[in-house]
């Protein structure tokens, strides 16, 4: 099984009145390991549009567990932990230079027909190439198959 694993960098304008990188950064973290997890299965968010329907996000939860500040390493590991008809549940993973684990998270996103705004299940071609990324539970010190992007 696959995971998708990146490294991310700090910005100043990333970080918040306290000090740390703010909350909402990580959000837009976890929405760019969306569009790789995307294109490391060949349905970048433009081909799966062409075909008549989109991902959206139905849930997002997110636990602090460490802060990031300016100058830390950041990678970032995902991969699926579920994947239904028509909805994927995501989880996320953040660690430091140090490899401690400073976020962890999940969402739940559904795909949607582009015109009628309803669910639309995932074909059987379009399910495999989305498999590799499903497993049920990664360690933080995983040893499987990683794309790194």
């Known amino acids: 099984m696959k995971k998708i694993c990146l490294d991310l960098e700090i910005y100043t304008y990333q970080i918040d009145f306290v000090g740390h990188v703010n909350n909402s950064v990580y959000q837009q973290w976890m929405e760019i390991g ?30 602090y567990k460490n802060p990031l500040y300016l100058g830390d390493r ?11 008809a028509a909805s994927a549940i995501l989880d996320f993973r953040f660690f430091n230079g140090d490899n401690t684990l400073v976020a962890e998270a999940q969402q739940k996103g559904l795909f949607i027909d582009r015109e009628t705004k309803r669910p639309r299940r995932l074909q059987t071609e379009e399910r495999e190439l989305f498999s590799p990324y499903v497993v049920s539970e990664f360690s933080a010190n995983s040893n499987r198959e990683t794309a790194r992007v």
């Open 34 to 63: 969306r569009t790789k997890l995307l294109e490391a299965v060949g349905m970048p968010i433009h081909a799966i549009a062409e075909r008549g329907f989109v991902p959206i996000l139905v849930q997002t939860n997110i636990t």
């Open 74 to 84: 950041v990678r970032l590991d995902l991969w699926l932990s579920e994947l239904r």
